[in-house]
């Protein structure tokens, strides 16, 4: 039945039948525009989903949390992380996210983490880093949030190891699209291993505040306090990294934007939020269908998976004129969604625009200019996690 239902989708929507991971993976850019323009809702044949790629269409599944939930049990981040605040909806919700709340707003988030921020973008580009060439993920922006999200939780500068062999499983078994068993396993394994060492911190007598905060009125188990802190920590890492790099890269191919933010600091937040916009580090927010729902004239049925294509609908141009231009002066620079929107937008999102200001502030005082390394390609890709892999840059220190 399902076979038969396949074929006739195929036929029906051509684009979205012709749509592969390696595709999505280099430059999905151009599918979305094409999808936008004749397929706005498609069926992906490689992701067993339905793929939407307008603003509005998206917003409208995003917000609607009756018709669409999150709670699918064969979504990867349900199979890798188990039960967790993104995989739940309505008082359960509810429950792990109040709690938590009063640390992410704007105001608790400078008050107690800018100096630490600030201390740990100074400690990694210190003296160490001088007039050379250096691949900016591995001794920075992979280190930064890790090191961030250890102070922001409450953990030690010893587990920044561990922390980023877990990261670095997580993401690939996040974007495993492709179903390779060895990926989810070794996804499943770390998500273990990490909840492990934070049910044994969350014991200990001297657990911090935000700890604190994860077991709510006590009445939530240890095993659903862990997996939340799992998703927190995968978050404010994926966002962070992804951000920096992204804004980086930028600024590297741009050298009059890059002159325009020496010059005055204030424009680096309009870099950051055209960043999110134009190079969205998270490219789809998945739902399942709770009933039978038609969105621009296509049936969805009850039960069926809906990616909602983050990136494609930050590229609408019936929001953004000439969406694929990088422009930080666009009048609505604040309407993307690469947050998401509805009640699963990004709790941290704040943190995430803080952590990122205060590292783009640093690079530009250490580096009196940042350029491309020549002969090194350093490309924008990923169909889940869109950054560079790698980013060798040149920095001539101001010093």
Not at 3 to 20: C, H, V, Y
Not at 95 to 110: A, E
Not at 299 to 305: A, Q, S, T, V
Request: glycine share 6%; with cysteine.
């Amino acid at each position: 039945m399902m076979t038969q239902l396949n074929k006739e989708r195929e036929k029906q929507f051509p684009i979205g039948a012709s749509i592969d991971l390696d595709s999505l993976d280099r430059d999905p850019n151009p599918i979305y525009a094409r999808l936008r323009r004749s397929e706005p809702v498609t069926w992906a044949a490689c992701l067993q989903s339905w793929l939407l790629t307008r603003y509005q269409d998206i917003a409208t599944v995003l917000r609607d949390s009756v018709a669409f939930t999150v709670a699918d049990p064969q979504s990867l981040l349900s199979v890798i992380f188990g039960p967790q605040i993104l995989s739940v909806d309505g008082e359960q919700h509810d429950k792990y996210r109040r709690p938590l709340h009063q640390y992410f707003t704007p105001t608790s988030v400078r008050a107690t983490m800018t100096e630490s921020i600030r201390q740990r973008a100074a400690q990694l580009l210190g003296p160490s880093l001088n007039d050379t060439k250096i691949e900016l993920r591995s001794c920075f922006a992979s280190r930064y949030p890790v090191l961030n999200i250890l102070d922001f939780i409450g953990l030690s500068d010893t587990l920044e190891p561990s922390m980023r062999q877990w990261y670095d499983d997580f993401e690939r078994a996040l974007s495993n699209f492709g179903g390779v068993a060895e990926i989810e396993a070794r996804g499943k394994t770390s998500s273990a291993d990490f909840m492990e060492m934070f049910k044994d911190r969350l014991a200990r007598p001297d657990a911090g505040g935000f700890i604190r905060a994860l077991k709510g009125d006590g009445g939530t188990a240890a095993d659903d306090v862990a997996r939340n802190a799992l998703t927190i920590f995968f978050g404010g890492i994926s966002t962070v990294e992804a951000l920096i790099l992204n804004a980086t890269w930028v600024l590297c191919a741009d050298k009059n934007l890059q002159e325009r933010l020496r010059l005055d600091p204030t424009l680096i937040k309009a870099l950051l939020e055209e960043t999110m916009r134009w190079a969205s580090p998270v490219q789809s927010s998945i739902r399942l269908a709770t009933r039978d729902f038609e969105i621009a004239g296509i049936l969805i049925r009850k039960g069926e998976r809906v990616s909602c294509m983050l990136g494609a609908a930050n590229r609408d141009p019936a929001l953004w004129p000439d969406p694929d231009t990088f422009d930080i002066d666009r009048p609505n620079i604040g309407r993307h969604i690469g947050f998401s929107m509805g009640r699963h937008f990004c709790l941290g999102s704040h943190l995430a625009r803080l952590e990122a200001e205060i590292a783009i502030a640093a690079l530009l005082a250490k580096f009196g200019h940042i350029a491309f390394a020549p002969n090194v390609p350093s490309p924008i890709t990923g169909s889940e996690f869109r950054q560079p892999r790698a980013l060798h840059i040149i920095g001539c220190s101001r010093h």
